[in-house]
């Protein structure tokens, strides 16, 4: 089992929609999620940060995170042609007192 | 502000060359990683820095290694390149090493012939 796992995609949300992005991990210790959103041919950005059960909303995008679960998600509202992207998942590697690991990734294409 | 500044962009090889991928931050942060990525799987880590002066095998390490040589330099060096080496290097830096999101430079495009 890989350590953090996203569906690959694409996903495929028309432009003004919700989309949902899911990814869970295999290590009950960890504690701190991230999503990057990643452009073709450009390097990895942050968008999103969370740290403790529930939601958390920033503009457009909420990260919903269930520790119970192992499971963390990100949405998207009204979603734009922008937004097409890959979306990585992040989680720390808490039981191997390191790193972050990433997923790998989750593709996403807004269309009109 | 550059953030993180990954020195050069692109870069051809031929198998057996050796060559120095360059990093530098400029935002006092004191972990710095590198990593790779290829098509479908992902960035995976080669080496890390939790603070400077040490220095971690991440999970791809063979065939590279690392220098910290202050707080804000992390290099990457191929000593002799094979084609499986051929991916995309991305250098990022944290505050800290397993908590705080990274900041990631531009990234370089190696390929090895």
């Known amino acids: 089992q890989k350590e953090v796992e996203q569906n690959s995609g694409p996903l495929s949300v028309p432009e003004g929609a919700i989309a949902s992005l899911n990814c869970t991990y295999s290590?009950?210790?960890?504690?701190?999620f991230f999503w990057y959103r990643q452009y073709s041919g450009k390097s990895p950005e942050l968008i999103m940060s969370?740290?403790?059960?529930g939601d958390k909303e920033d503009g457009r995008f909420t990260a919903q995170l269930n520790k119970a679960s192992q499971y963390v998600s990100l949405l998207i509202r009204d979603s734009q042609p922008s937004d097409s992207a890959t979306y990585l998942c992040a989680v720390n590697g808490y039981s191997s007192a390191s790193k972050i690991i990433f997923g790998s990734g989750t593709r996403l294409s807004i269309r009109p | 502000n550059a953030g993180v500044t990954q020195t050069p962009k692109f870069q051809v090889l031929k198998t057996g060359q050796s060559m120095t991928l360059q990093c530098a931050q400029d935002m006092n942060h004191n972990s710095m990683y590198w990593y790779r990525q290829d098509p479908g799987m992902g960035l995976r880590l080669i080496y890390y820095s939790a603070s400077e002066g040490t220095t971690d095998k991440g999970e791809v390490p063979n065939g590279y290694n690392v220098s910290r040589l202050n707080k804000r330099e992390f290099s990457l060096r191929l000593e002799s390149a094979a084609p499986s080496q051929t991916s995309v290097y991305f250098c990022?830096?944290?505050?800290?090493?397993?908590?705080?999101?990274?900041?990631f430079g531009d990234g370089t495009r190696l390929s090895i012939l």
């Open positions: 990022a830096s944290s505050n800290e090493v397993n908590s705080q999101p990274q900041h």
């Open positions: 290590d009950r210790g960890s504690q701190s």
């Open positions: 969370i740290y403790s059960n």
